[in-house]
Every structure is written in C-alpha cells, then in structure tokens.
C-alpha cells in the first residue's frame, strides 16, 4: 500500500520481508518485517547495522516475538547503539507502562474517526454462534445495509459453519460471502479485502482485527471470542481454547466500522458481560512455551533482559529443564 502511494513498485523505496520471501533492493529505506524475522535480525546481527529507527506497530497485541524485540532493542540503544531511534505504536495501549520502560515520551494523533453506534445484546443468546452471526447479519441487511460487514470469529471452523448459516440469506439479498483468515491463499485473502461491486460479508478472525483497513465496511458483528494458545509448564503440553476477548480488543474490533464512514458494531454478548472482562489481553509471554525463545536468547548471549513484563518463574524453569534435557 505504501509503495503504491509513493508510485512505485514493492522492493524499490519501500519492501517487505517475512518468513520465506524477500522483496527488496539496494533502493530500500523502508522495510516492513514481522517481529519474527525482526527477533531472528536481531540475533543474528545483535548491532542492527544499517538500520537507523525500528517502529514497532500494534505493540498492543503483545505477542511473544514482539516482546523480545521489544527487550533486545531497548538493550541494544541503552549499549552499543545509543543513536537508534525506537517508536511503539498501538490505537488501544495503555501508554505509560511502556513510555516509561522505554525512557520515552508519548505523542498522541486523533486522526480522523467517525462514530460508531454499538449494540450489545439484552440478554445472553444460547443459539449456536453461526445462528446468531445470520441474525445479526440479517438485520443489518433488513435496516438497509448499504456497505461491507465485517464478522469477527474465534477460528477458520466457525467461519466455516458461519458460511453455511448465511448461504441464503446472501443468495436473497446479493450478498458476497467471503472468508478471511491466516491459512486462505494470498489471492483469497485478497479478495476478502479487495474492492468489490457487490455488498460483502466477511467473515475473518482476529487478523482482521488490527492489521487491514477494508474499504467500504460499514458495520461490524463481534462474537467477542478468540482462539488463544497457552501452555502449562508443570506438563510441557501446548493447549488452545476459546477465550472471551479484552475490551480492548473489543474496542478495536468495533472501530473497523468506523475507518471511513459512521459505522455500526453488533456485539453478541451483553453490555455487563464487556464491562466484566479484563481491559487488556494477557501477553504471550505469560502463557506460551518459551524454550524456543530462550534457545535463540542463549545462542546470542543475550541474558538478563529487562522485560515490559517478566515471564513467570515456573515458565522459565520448565523452558530451562527441557532445554537442558
């Protein structure tokens, strides 16, 4: 999208790198990574050479790689590299606990925000979850929906489902249904966030959340669920389950209705049940493996990181013990 509003092709001003691919030349000045491929530059080239500023975006998301990003490149401006300009950046994040790990001062930019009228339901709704996605979808199409709809769901099984649920309601009322999620091919991702003609109901979990701007979505559905990975260190097995969002995730979620016109968002849960849950999500590094972390940590020499939020004792211990086995 950058490159396109400079007039140019990816890999000249501006590139990208993720896991696998590479598009970039020796024109780049603007390179957007994932926090993995940032965390694996970081080991691998502990000076950052020739990079002069790193901005890391949606830091509210606290994803594990992110917060060991966070601490290498802290570490590395309070040593060997004190001119390295470092900015984190987040629509949702509480900004002090990470202005003052970071010695930094906060700016905040208002932008340009429409309103958002968003509805809870009265009382609990029993239905299966894609049952209560077709309502909801139904009576947006039945007040006069005249733009995108956006559907948050926990997981790719529950847009399939979801799919199934709005199959008429979209062949009544001209509707493209569209799923967008991690595993769908590029060219399917694209048409999910593409330009269309027609009116779309999209269906994506959390990916939508934060990351794209889709043109034309006037309404949102929020099931106010998401698959989360955690992991118990007195057994060493991974688990995923269906969690309850944050409000802040909630927030988040509803403001894709607002991007470029006033907007609706239909959460399918209740006002109390949103004011009951906790205001931010847990961070990865509380609740995941961290072995694989502290290998790439040991491999570099890098011990004793100072952490936005320390990982727990237990966690710590169990990565060790297996690490050393």
């Known amino acids: 999208r950058v490159a396109e509003e400079l007039g140019e092709r990816v890999g000249e001003t501006v590139g990208y790198t993720v ?10 000045r603007v390179r957007f990574v ?8 970081l080991v691998a080239d502990p000076t950052l050479s020739g990079v002069s500023a790193v901005l890391l975006d949606e830091i509210h998301e606290r994803h594990l790689q992110g917060d060991v990003a966070l601490a290498l490149l802290r570490r590395l401006q309070q040593t060997r590299r004190p001119d390295l300009r470092l900015v984190a950046m987040s629509a949702t994040l509480d900004a002090g606990p990470i202005a003052d790990f970071l010695g930094c001062g906060v700016i905040r930019s208002e932008g340009k925000r429409f309103d958002v009228a968003i509805e809870h339901l009265p009382a609990p709704d029993d239905r299966r979850l894609e049952l209560q996605v077709a309502s909801a979808v139904r009576s947006l199409v039945t007040a006069g929906l005249d733009g995108h709809v956006l559907v ?3 997981g790719a099984a529950d847009i399939r489902r979801a ?4 199959a008429k309601l ?3 009322h001209d509707l493209a249904l569209l799923p967008l999620h991690g595993d769908l091919p590029p060219a399917e991702q694209d048409r999910a966030v593409g330009p269309s003609s027609k009116r779309k109901v999209i269906l994506s979990t959390n990916v939508a959340e934060s990351s794209v701007t889709i043109e034309g979505v006037v309404a949102v559905v929020d099931s106010g669920l998401v698959r989360v990975a955690r992991h ?11 969690e ?3 409000r802040a995730s909630a927030t988040q979620r509803a403001g894709r209705a607002g991007r470029t016109r006033p907007g609706r968002a239909i959460r399918l849960y209740t006002k109390a049940d949103h004011d009951a849950r906790p205001e931010h999500d847990t961070p990865e590094i509380l609740r995941v493996d961290l072995a694989q972390t502290f290998l790439e940590l040991h491999a570099s020499g890098a011990r004793d990181l100072a952490w936005l939020d320390p990982p727990k004792p237990e966690s ?3 990565a060790e013990a297996l690490l050393e086995r």
Do not use: H, N, Q
Request: aromatic share 6%; glycine share 4%; hydrophobic share 35%.
């Open 232 to 242: 118990a260190p007195w057994s060493g097995l991974p688990t995923t389950a269906i």
């Open 34 to 41: 994932t926090e993995g491929v940032l965390t694996r530059r």
């Open 163 to 166: 799919l199934e649920s709005c």
């Open 316 to 318: 710590i211990a169990a």
């Open 19 to 28: 896991r696998f691919e590479d598009v970039s030349s020796s024109k780049t």
């Open 244 to 246: 309850k969002t944050s």
């Open 152 to 154: 948050f769901l926990p």
């Open 170 to 172: 979209a062949s009544e």
